[in-house]
């Protein structure tokens, strides 16, 4: 199983109303994309620096299958809103034994 983790600063403008949006765009990816194995988008409530403001944590049955979902035109749709309304963003992707 391959673990997929995204997390997302926003930009000031508009945040809470695109996280809102962001976190409805992702979690419809999951009837769209039949590679996607699950996912949980969680919003942040930890007010500290280093907090980041929205998560993702999704699975895959294997590395192709998440670059299937990397370059799937429905995750690209996604993607190109997160790049509008966030200014960083951190991942970590590993093998579940």
Do not use: P, W
Not at 16 to 41: C, P, R, T, Y
Not at 50 to 73: K, P
């Amino acid at each position: 199983m391959i673990v997929h983790i995204v997390m997302f600063k926003f930009k000031e403008q508009n945040k809470i109303l695109n996280i809102a949006k962001v976190q409805s765009k992702l979690e419809g990816l999951e009837s769209k994309i039949d590679v996607l194995h699950s996912m949980e988008v969680g919003i942040n409530f930890n007010e500290s620096q280093r907090a980041y403001d929205l998560c993702l944590y999704s699975t895959f049955e294997s590395e192709e299958d998440l670059q299937a979902y990397a370059s799937h035109e429905e995750h690209l749709k996604v993607v190109a809103l997160i790049k509008e309304v966030t200014e960083d963003s951190k991942v970590v992707d590993y093998i579940l034994e």
